[in-house]
């Protein structure tokens, strides 16, 4: 089934004739998930992420920390961090690859006290203002082991 919905912004407030640029990205997850059925922990949370980004050549590299204010109905942990570098390369004009490996505090209080993924995706640049992606992410050094696969639609404006 589907879980909860979320939106995000990015405000890029520097950027330089170098290729860096840093921005925040907040963003807000709506309970619209089933909570009983495990699609969703029922209470809306809140996120900010600092997001450093260097571009050089057809490579782009990113960086990015952050605090996640994790309300929840279901007995998770509410204050996470996280934590996460990227690598994108221009394959073409319409096509970008991009590979991610995220660390975050575990929400649960039991297991391993962060989790780790890794993704691997293709975003497909419909317009200047349009990309869709879809991308396979697979959890690391954890077990047991989850592959998700998701799609994305960014709109800039």
Known sequence: GLGDAGVQAKWRFHDNAAGWSMGLKP??????????????????????????????????????????????????????????????YTLSERWTLAAELTATRNAEDTGPRATKTSVVGLLWHVSQDTDLDMGWRRSVGGKPVQNTLGVGLTVRW
């Open 27 to 88: 963003s807000v997850t709506l309970p619209t998930g089933r909570a009983e059925r495990g699609m969703g922990n029922g209470r809306p949370t809140a996120a900010v992420v600092l997001v450093s980004s260097l571009e050089a050549g057809g490579w782009n590299w990113l960086v990015n920390g952050g605090y996640v204010f994790n309300g929840n109905r279901v007995g998770q942990r509410r204050h996470l961090w996280l934590a996460s570098t990227a690598a994108l």
